[in-house]
């Protein structure tokens, strides 16, 4: 049992987490009710649910007749119960109080949740020694063979006029053996300037027979065939 000292209730779980109720009553009442000296909005929880009564060793905790029960470490009481600090209080199976008493009880118990510890541990100056990174020869670089690439063709005959054309024999290109017509020469030759220069004359005599005639009215209309041709044409071209 403890002695005289501070005593009270915290939320471990209910709907109010990590509430704290200050015991200063010698009797103090617990449950649903807002007549309570400790209200705990809770489905489980009675509307007069249990009572604590402060002796001289700390306070004694009695269940009303509640619904759900009244526990504490996990078993129901039926009875008065007296109860030492670190204590849990369970009403129904939804709401659990942990009880506390004196201020040394207090400054060992667990942080709350979300609270802030009560000191930060020093930064230790202890380094635990850093493993050496493994070190491996180095490796000789692979050696491929040279791939093999399809003969390059030659360039299009995309040059401008007047460029000197390309040689395709750098390209691994080789022109086919045609047979080359020999030139003709002696009489052959002349043989083909005579044909050329009779050409161009009965061209020519064509051309200034075709003015004569034309200019000339007898020529035009007295030969018969002549005169049929340019009728035929132009019917006015002879009287």
């Known amino acids: 049992m403890q002695g005289s000292g501070s005593f009270r209730l915290i939320v471990r779980r209910g709907p109010q987490p990590n509430q704290i109720y200050e015991l200063t009553k010698d009797v103090i009442s617990l449950g649903r009710d807002i007549t309570n000296d400790i209200v705990v909005n809770d489905p489980e929880v009675s509307r007069h649910h249990c009572r604590l009564t402060r002796g001289s060793g700390g306070y004694t905790l009695e269940d009303l007749g509640s619904t759900n029960g009244t526990f ?123 044909c050329g220069c009779l050409v161009v004359a009965c061209i020519v005599l064509s051309i200034a027979g075709a003015l004569i005639i034309d200019a000339n009215e007898n020529l035009r209309c007295g030969l018969p065939i002549i005169r049929q041709i340019y009728t035929t044409v132009n019917p006015r071209s002879c009287p």
Do not use: C, H
């Open 72 to 194: 504490v470490n996990g078993q129901r009481i039926s009875g008065a119960r007296p109860l030492n600090s670190g204590d849990l209080v369970g009403l129904g199976e939804t709401v659990t109080l942990a009880y506390e008493s004196s201020a040394a009880d207090i400054a060992a118990r667990p942080p709350l949740v979300g609270a802030e510890p009560p000191y930060a541990p020093a930064p230790s100056a202890y380094a635990p020694p850093q493993a050496a990174a493994p070190t491996y020869p180095p490796q000789p670089a692979p050696s491929y063979p040279p791939p093999a690439y399809p003969p390059q063709q030659p360039p299009l005959m995309s040059e401008p006029l007047g460029a000197k054309p390309p040689d395709y024999q750098q390209f691994g290109y080789q022109y086919p053996e045609q047979p080359l017509l020999p030139a003709p020469t002696g009489m052959g030759r002349w043989f083909f300037l005579g």
